[in-house]
């Protein structure tokens, strides 16, 4: 049980592009899901916080407006790279709260995206 | 932020225990521990998580001392799968986001 999916798993787009990633919770209802960016060699570092249903939390320092995030079910949050360009290529990974299970997060598998 | 301190880095020997120290010296009362690793270019992993006793299940120990200023991860016969970067995350049982510090890579060695 408990896990999430991520689509796709890598991603090469062109400078000026959008992009969205999905992140699904396939076996259980998250009420809350988070999305992370991974940069080589570094720790991963928390971009925001999405609720079923309302507007995401976004960290200091990362642009909503850049990064949208969508949490319309239970079980789907999507995080939309818009005007992509070569700085945010980096590894996207998202989690998810299963809604009975007090804080443990599940994480996806990660998004690799290369904006050339 | 993170409010945990582990080394950088460990070796250990396969099929020998594999015990990765964290210092939380200011968890506050409602804290809980949690550890995940993350292999290379995967997802973190949920390990175990703790609040006071010591926890045990199919794949790791957890040993939180008695003040809880500190904890260990036990992995008892380490493989080499067991190769990753280990996280140690404090967090308040209030549904608060994780924030990773830089974990401990370990090494199994053959």
């Known amino acids: 049980g408990a896990v999430v999916s991520q689509h796709p798993s890598r991603v090469i787009c062109k400078s000026g592009t959008s992009v969205k990633i999905e992140c699904r919770s396939l076996d259980f209802q998250a009420t809350t899901m988070f999305w992370y960016r991974q940069f080589p060699k570094q720790s991963l570092m928390l971009m925001a916080t999405s609720n079923e249903g309302s507007k995401a939390t976004y960290e200091q320092g990362v642009e909503k407006d850049k990064f949208l995030i969508n949490h319309a079910s239970l079980t789907l949050s999507t995080l939309t790279v818009t005007s992509a360009h070569p700085e945010d290529s980096s590894f996207y990974i998202c989690?998810?709260?299963?809604?009975?299970?007090?804080?443990?997060?599940?994480f996806g598998p990660g998004t690799r995206l290369t904006v050339l | 932020d993170a409010k945990t301190t582990q080394p950088t880095s460990m070796d250990c020997a396969e099929g020998r225990a594999a015990n990765l120290p964290c210092n939380h010296s200011?968890?506050?009362?409602?804290?809980?521990v949690y550890w995940y690793r993350q292999i290379h270019s995967q997802g973190p992993q949920y390990i175990i998580h703790?609040?006071?006793n010591n926890e045990t299940n199919e794949m790791a120990s957890l040993i939180i001392t008695e003040d809880r200023k500190s904890s260990t991860l036990i992995l008892p016969h380490a493989t080499l799968r067991d190769t990753a970067v280990y996280y140690c995350i404090v967090i308040p049982n209030t549904g608060n986001q994780f924030y990773f510090g830089t974990g401990t890579s370990l090494t199994v060695i053959p």
């Open positions: 200011t968890i506050s009362g409602n804290e809980y």
């Open positions: 989690s998810a709260r299963e809604a009975s299970a007090a804080d443990t997060q599940y």
């Open positions: 703790g609040l006071k």
